[in-house]
């Protein structure tokens, strides 16, 4: 869906989004993480034709960024939108509506839809210079919706909402993704949050990317296989494992989980069982702890950091 | 491609700009602005009706025929320098100078320009409703002025007659000048971002066109036929399109007060400081003798170029001002 190959903008000197190759798969929900300053709006600005690129090229469903029908494509939230304030917002989604080509009759009906069902029904009359910070994103992600785009691009589209806005807008993203096939491509600082809806993610650093795949892969490649164990015999069996030289490391925390840090999964994983039913010990818990979305964050940007 | 295709290709390539200039229009035809501006462009009517004419229109002191030709010759310089001058440029430019520097300062632009509409659309748009707002509010102040110069100065109904008779004309030149003047603040607006800058220029601009010329004409005027400065001189251009607008539409009977004013303000006649002084008093009432035919003789035109020419040039600054726009806009980094 985004295809990009080199992409890359300087300011002057200073290289800001530095030949990135992102690319963005149909119908994901793909998240764009890295920390402040790192290029995220830069590129993101970029693939709406907003700014140009320096070098390189990207492409959206094959159109040409920046072109008319890359952004018929689009539905794009920036991370600071500003409105003309005295309209009011069922008049300024409508106009919106018909500059992306919605037909007039339905303009005016989809902007209302599309208030409602961003709680902001209330307020379709309302003058958008009156808004607070968390209506007008809501606005934002309502005039990025209104000609139902195949790709959204949000920059932090929960920044300033409230701990129960930003649960609901990312239900509805997800209720977008799952129902209507829309791609959504994502940046946020509240790895927490976005942890819970995306299936891809390309963390950036300093305008390049440092790690990029699919969260179930990198959960895995980031967990440093770590198991959690608890069972009614906790130390017998820690003890039996620990003979036969299975993990690197272990200790048991205050809830009495038992940490193993193993390079040998499949054998961890089979002589674990095999123990527990020898000991006739009941089994409580046994998983492999995934890492969160915050993990590999950490662990990449420390990598980073060292580097 | 089909007729069909050509047609759809029209409308999207029309439709676009046409949402753009009809939200451009609402706002522009607030009726609050709507009175306000009116109002403004009317004010110049009562005072000349009820302070500066009053005199020289006193029932009974003119013969008909005189008192229309008299006073078509005084509405067509005031519709040249006030309402088809002074007041629609201040119009257009005071409108349409934040047109788009102002969405770039608001921020608004970059949502525009992440929309599926070409940023020159976005433009051309905005062009348009100020184009035909402009036209608009300008076809109400010029009835508006014949009705209260009517009343103000109690003409006769033919006289009122034949000063309708010129608004069609006068609105022909109009279009000109509009066309004009929206491009070059368009522009301006597209092409500086500072408010400082942005109004110096307009400044600039306005004194280019009415007070370049005068001003040439008078300190150096071989030099001004000699080196054919009329070419870069857009106040004659508009000038000469205005006096040969008008002389189709009152049939060569220019009167030579007329031709006096619009040769000094744009140099279409030989006129100087002798024929200006000339004009400012053959007006009045009593320096008039009807029965002897005691006016003044006709100034010669200067005839230095065609007027075709001359519209042609105006045609071509104001597409030079739109396509330097269309560069700008298209190469405009929106953050
Ligand atoms: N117009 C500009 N002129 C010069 N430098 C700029 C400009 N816009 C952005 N930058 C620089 O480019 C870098 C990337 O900025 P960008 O806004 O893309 O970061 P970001 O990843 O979105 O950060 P944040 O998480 O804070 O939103 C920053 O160092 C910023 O200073
Ligand atoms: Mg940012």
Redesign the interface.
């Known amino acids: 869906m985004i295809e990009t190959r080199n992409l890359t903008k300087r300011f002057g000197d200073f290289t800001a989004v530095d030949g990135i190759n992102l690319a963005v798969q149909q119908g994901t929900i793909h998240g764009f993480v890295g920390p402040n300053g790192a290029g995220k709006t830069t590129t993101m600005k970029m693939l709406t034709g907003a700014i140009w690129c320096s070098q390189g090229e990207g492409y959206i469903k094959g159109h040409e960024i920046g072109s008319t029908p890359a952004k018929q494509i689009i539905g794009y939230s920036p991370e600071h939108a500003f409105f003309y304030n005295d309209m009011v917002a069922s008049d300024y989604l409508s106009y919106m509506a018909r500059i992306c080509g919605v037909e007039r009759s339905e303009a005016r009906k989809k902007a209302l839809d599309l208030l409602n069902w961003l709680d902001l029904g209330g307020f379709a009359e309302s003058k958008v210079g009156g808004f607070s910070a968390g209506m007008k994103q809501r606005l934002g992600l309502a005039q990025a919706l209104i000609h139902e785009p195949e790709l959204l691009i949000l920059d932090e589209p929960t920044a300033n909402m409230d701990p129960s806005g930003r649960i609901s807008i990312l239900d509805k993203l997800r209720e977008l993704s799952h129902e209507s096939n829309v791609t959504i491509f994502l940046s946020s600082h509240i790895l927490s949050e976005l942890e819970q809806v995306v299936d891809f993610m390309t963390m950036i650093d300093r305008g390049r990317i440092v790690v990029e795949g699919n969260m179930t892969e990198l959960r895995r490649r980031f967990s440093g296989n770590h198991f959690l164990l608890k069972t009614s015999q906790n130390e017998k069996i820690l003890e039996v494992i620990k003979e036969k030289g299975l993990f690197r490391e272990s200790w048991t925390d205050t809830e009495d989980f038992i940490h193993m840090i193993s390079d040998d999964t499949t054998a961890l994983r089979k002589v674990v069982v095999e123990v527990v039913v020898q000991t006739g010990a009941e089994l409580e818990h046994f998983s492999e702890e995934r890492a969160s979305l915050q993990d590999i964050y950490r662990k990449t940007m420390s990598m980073e950091e060292e580097e | 491609m089909s007729f069909r295709q050509v047609l759809e290709k029209f409308t999207t390539t029309m439709?676009?700009p046409a949402?753009?200039m009809e939200?451009t229009l609402k706002?522009l035809m607030g009726l609050r602005r709507l009175v306000l501006v009116i109002a403004a462009g009317l004010i110049p009517a009562i005072f000349f009706g009820a302070v500066v004419w009053r005199e020289s229109f006193r029932s009974g002191a003119m013969s008909l025929e005189m008192q229309t030709h008299t006073f078509v010759g005084y509405f067509l310089i005031f519709s040249f320098i006030w309402i088809a001058g002074f007041y629609i440029t201040y119009m257009i430019i005071t409108s349409g100078m934040d047109f788009v520097s102002k969405e770039e300062e608001?921020?608004?632009l970059?949502?525009?320009?992440?929309?599926?509409?070409?940023r020159f659309q976005f433009i051309i748009g905005k062009f348009l409703a100020l184009l035909i707002t402009t036209l608009l509010i300008e076809l109400v102040v010029l009835f508006g002025s014949i009705l209260i110069f009517w009343a103000l100065l109690g003409l006769e109904p033919e006289s009122v007659r034949a000063l309708v008779g010129l608004v069609f004309w006068i609105f022909l030149y109009s279009i000109l000048i509009v066309i004009l003047f929206d491009a070059l603040t368009i522009a301006i607006s597209t092409l500086f971002k500072g408010k400082v800058i942005k109004t110096v220029l307009t400044m600039l601009l306005v004194m280019l066109v009415f007070g370049v010329g005068p001003i040439l004409r008078m300190v150096w005027p071989t030099a001004y036929e000699n080196y054919h400065l009329y070419y870069i001189d857009p106040g004659y251009h508009l000038g000469n399109t205005y006096v040969s607008i008008s002389e189709q539409a009152i049939s060569g009977r220019m009167t030579p007060q007329s031709q006096a004013y619009l040769g000094i303000f744009t140099g279409t006649y030989k006129a100087g400081m002798e024929e200006l002084v000339l004009a400012m008093f053959t007006g009045s009432s009593e320096s008039f003798d009807p029965d002897i035919r005691a006016m003044p003789p006709s100034l010669e035109q200067t005839n230095y170029l065609n007027p075709l020419v001359s519209v042609l040039l105006c045609l071509v600054v104001s597409a030079a001002a739109l396509g330097g726009a269309k560069v700008a806009i298209e190469?405009r980094?929106?953050?």
């Open positions: 439709g676009k949402i753009v939200q706002e608001e921020g608004t970059l949502l525009m320009v992440s929309k599926p509409i070409g190469r980094e929106v953050y």
